[in-house]
């Protein structure tokens, strides 16, 4: 029995798993009476359990009728149903056999029934291709004179086929058995291994079909190929119910990477993921928000990956950034590897639809090479041709190709899929591995791939060094400036929230949504931060985007709150079923329903980045400035609305504080633009502006709460009302601003983490806290000079980051765990304006300068 657990053990790590079994004598106990056949209920529980987790498909195989099979079973949906030993896969099977066949099935059971008439004790059971004769109750010596009656009678007639089982003789008319039905299933369901379970003579046929990683398992005594045996249909049952929890085991990652642990790779059109152990796991191709090419972060080994790892599995491996760039490093203990999304030739302006992932090998030893591309998320056939140089992907729209000369390939098929496999002997020059998207040549180019290296990282650390750091963090600040400028899309000037989608936030949750698209106000929040580092070039081009998206649009105010990165409406959310999800973490979706939100507050943010770049003298257009004038009407017309928030809550609209103060936020940094690009005042607007405060204070702040409250309904908290005096609308020494920090850190502060609010938003789970409340908590303390509290808040987020600095969108206190997408666009912008917050605070106490409270607010005091 122990060979057998080990065995399940094993097998439930398969990336796409079959578990078939017979019925009766199996699941169900052997009892006199056939139609008294009922399945063992914990039985029934393991097989229903398991069909529901992905990647995992259930069968049992019996040589009952599908109709009878279906009756007594009670699975007629979660599990294929395959009766009469493999020949019944439909309903309506009888019908569609040919009508000698049907004639030739009928005169068996007239002859068997005849047979069964002679004496007591026989059954008949007829079935769309077979009649069985039962004889368990009858007289021994009366049922051996039966049985060799139909041996010299109908079982001679031609197209019939005799299956003997216990203590019944079955006549088809249709040749199969259940190994023909468990190959027609395996191959259905793509299985890369078996289990199969069976007490039978007939269930011979199965076992004999089993190989590899396959187990098959018999049930009670008698000859058999199942190399594992059990006593009985209770044994049966808890071995099912163990390979669940094995299964469940595997499929929620207990071996799963980190989320903290991944890197990623850029070239300003995608982003690679990496794990520390050399798995690429996560590309889209062309764009950020195409479908994967390599899905296993999300999809596990089945979904995709590009693997260059040691071939010793104890090896130990290290990663890192090489200096101010996105060139990845990873050290085995003979070899390390080099990776990079090539930007060498101005690449990352140009070509749009084209992206070469580059690995480097350097060292000794012997590396291990799996290479298993999987289109469209791998849904669909993914086929590779072996060529004289490397390798072709076979039918894929627009031309891939791994150029690897030197390697010596081995094609298998993986669950309907081909997987590339090689084992290579490291010489002393480089081994180079050159994914080509967009491009179907494997010769080599004319540039060499070292000056390719060297000028991608070039243009990673020029760019960087170009960067404004403040005192406080300066390495930390520079690597988030890097994760920001990776998620740009230099072609259009977009950028994207995160690089990935379906990362949960929660472990096993439904919590999963898709970040690769450009939401106006992260965008701008994005673009801000960079111009607060001296960065302009990418807020101009962002803001030529968005007039790109406004010009396109038929109105101004109903401006979508995402976008794609190319400017267009993304497409319906929708859910990829073929996918297990980031340990088991389902659905995994692709496209995102909050475009079809209201969030009023996107206005503000586009405004707050032309006010920030006027206040820098950048080179703005009158075209930005219309773009102003255009928020401003948008507020104006809407500002009264109910909206989903900046949270995308998926319920009835709500007056969101946040979306208030934002609002405020648009007319307020709108007039600070006028008067300093036109020398212009806009009474019209300050009017509008003041209107609107006096609207947030008056239904904003509960006096029973002692803090301003997610929105005017309701008195649940918000992190995002903290921008009350983020944005200057409240000096930071009103009483209210600083009794609604104190709410929110006393009721949603949790370690180093805030979380967004702990209300019901009709969403099952729950989910982790938020980097970006984190630091705007420490924006806050600042503000209200408790510098102390917010260096150490500060601190504790620092120490958050990943392996290789990445941060994601959330921490699990409880956990200790990363969740959400990756790199999160908003978490990086809260380390690097909290360090530049922190060292203007720390220079000003230095020089004795007064700073300047509440911002935008200029210490205006405000009442009710």
Not at 64 to 89: I, K, M, P
Not at 124 to 131: H, M, R
Not at 484 to 508: M, Q, V
Not at 614 to 632: I, K, N, T, W, Y
Request: hydrophobic letters at 40%.
């Amino acid at each position: 029995m122990k060979r057998l657990l080990e065995k399940l053990d094993a097998v439930a790590q398969t990336p796409l798993l079959l578990v078939a079994t017979d019925y009766d004598g199996t699941i169900a106990p052997i009892v006199a009476d056939p139609d008294a056949a009922r399945p063992d209920r914990e039985a029934l529980l393991a097989l229903r359990r398991l069909a529901a987790l992905p990647n995992t498909h259930v069968a049992v195989v019996s040589g009952r009728s599908l109709a009878d099979l279906a009756r007594l079973s009670s699975l007629t949906e979660e599990v294929h149903l395959v009766g009469s030993h493999g020949s019944e896969f439909e309903p309506g099977f009888a019908s569609s056999l040919p009508e000698e066949t049907q004639s030739l099935r009928e005169r068996v059971e007239r002859e068997l029934r005849a047979i069964a008439a002679r004496s007591q004790g026989f059954t008949i059971e007829t079935k769309p291709a077979s009649v069985a004769f039962h004889y368990r109750r009858a007289d021994p010596e009366q049922a051996r004179a039966a049985i060799s009656e139909i041996r010299e009678g109908p079982a001679r007639l031609k197209g019939v086929q005799v299956k003997r089982g216990k203590m019944v003789l079955e006549l088809s008319v249709v040749m199969t058995h259940k190994g023909d039905a468990l190959q027609r299933l395996r191959h259905r369901v793509s299985a890369t291994a078996v289990v199969f379970f069976g007490d039978d003579v007939t269930d011979e046929d199965a076992f004999a079909t089993l190989s590899g990683p396959d187990v098959g398992v018999k049930v009670g005594e008698g000859e058999s190929q199942a190399i594992h045996r059990v006593a009985n249909t209770r044994d049966v049952s808890r071995l099912l119910a163990r390979l669940h929890d094995a299964r469940v085991d595997w499929l929620e990652g207990t071996q799963a990477t980190p989320i903290s642990d991944y890197s990623i790779l850029s070239d300003q059109r995608t982003i690679a993921v990496v794990s520390p152990r050399g798995s690429v796991d996560w590309m889209c191709l062309p764009r950020i928000d195409s479908p994967a090419l390599f899905a296993a972060l999300v999809g596990g080994p089945t979904a995709g990956s590009f693997v260059v790892r040691d071939p010793d599995p104890e090896a130990v491996s290290s990663v890192s950034y090489q200096g101010d760039s996105v060139v990845l490093r990873t050290d085995w203990p003979t070899f390390h590897v080099l990776d990079f999304l090539d930007c060498s030739g101005g690449r990352p302006a140009q070509r749009a639809g084209r992206s070469d992932l580059v690995r480097v090998i350097e060292g000794q030893g012997e590396v291990e090479i799996e290479f298993a591309p999987r289109l469209d998320f791998g849904r669909m056939p993914t086929f590779l041709a072996v060529r004289e140089g490397g390798i072709v992907v076979d039918a894929a729209l627009d031309p891939i190709v791994l150029r690897s000369p030197g390697v010596s390939w081995t094609v298998v098929e993986v669950a309907g899929h081909q997987t590339a496999r090689a084992r290579v002997r490291l010489g002393p020059e480089p081994l180079v591995l050159e994914l080509r998207y967009g491009s179907g040549t494997l010769r080599g180019f004319a540039i060499p791939i070292a000056e390719r290296l060297d000028a991608t990282s070039h243009y990673w650390t020029s760019w960087a060094e170009t960067l404004a750091v403040p005192s406080v963090a300066p390495e930390v600040v520079r690597h988030s400036a890097l994760m920001l400028k990776a998620l740009y899309h230099r072609p259009t000037g977009s950028f994207a929230a995160a690089g990935t989608t379906s990362l949960p936030e929660e472990i096993g949750g439904v919590r999963n949504w898709d970040y690769r698209f450009c939401w106006l106000r992260d965008g701008a929040m994005t673009a801000s931060s960079l111009v607060r580092l001296g960065r302009n070039d990418e807020a101009i081009r962002f803001l030529d985007w968005i007039l790109s998206v406004v010009h396109s649009s038929s109105s101004p105010e109903r401006l979508l709150p995402l976008y794609n990165v190319g400017g267009e409406a993304p497409g319906p959310e929708a859910e990829i079923g073929d996918l297990s999800g980031y340990r088991g973490s389902r659905p995994v979706r692709v496209g995102n329903g909050a475009a079809q939100q209201v969030q009023l507050d996107v206005f503000g943010s586009v405004t707050e980045l032309v006010a920030i770049l006027s206040e820098r003298d950048a080179p703005l257009s009158p075209g930005h400035f219309h773009l102003v004038e255009l928020m401003v009407d948008a507020v104006r017309r809407r500002w009264r609305e109910p909206d989903h928030g900046i949270w995308e809550i998926r319920g009835p609209r709500r007056h969101h504080v946040h979306s208030k103060v934002m609002c405020w936020v648009t007319v307020d940094r709108a007039l600070q633009v006028a008067d300093r690009l036109l020398d212009r005042q806009h009474p019209e607007w300050a009017q509008l502006r003041e209107m609107i405060a006096v609207d947030v204070l008056e239904h904003g702040f509960k006096p029973e709460v002692g803090a301003f409250t997610a929105a005017y309904e309701g008195t649940d908290l918000d992190a995002a009302t903290l921008f009350v005096g983020l944005s200057g609308l409240l000096p930071p020494d009103d009483e209210r601003f600083r009794s609604t920090v104190a709410a929110i850190e006393r009721e949603l502060r949790e370690g180093p983490t805030v979380y967004r609010y702990r209300g019901d938003d009709g969403l099952p789970g729950t989910e982790g806290g938020f980097h970006i409340c984190a630091s705007w908590l420490v924006d806050a303390f600042c503000l209200m000079d408790r510098l102390e509290d917010a260096r150490e808040l500060f601190d504790s987020i620092v120490a958050l980051r990943g392996l290789t600095g990445l941060l994601s969108e959330q921490y699990d206190p409880p956990a200790g765990l990363a969740l959400g997408n990756i790199p999160q666009a908003y978490s990086h912008i809260g380390l690097i304006d909290n360090a530049i917050r922190l060292a203007r605070v720390a220079r000003d106490q230095t020089t004795g300068t007064m700073r300047v409270k509440g911002g935008a607010a200029r210490g205006k005091k405000r009442s009710r």
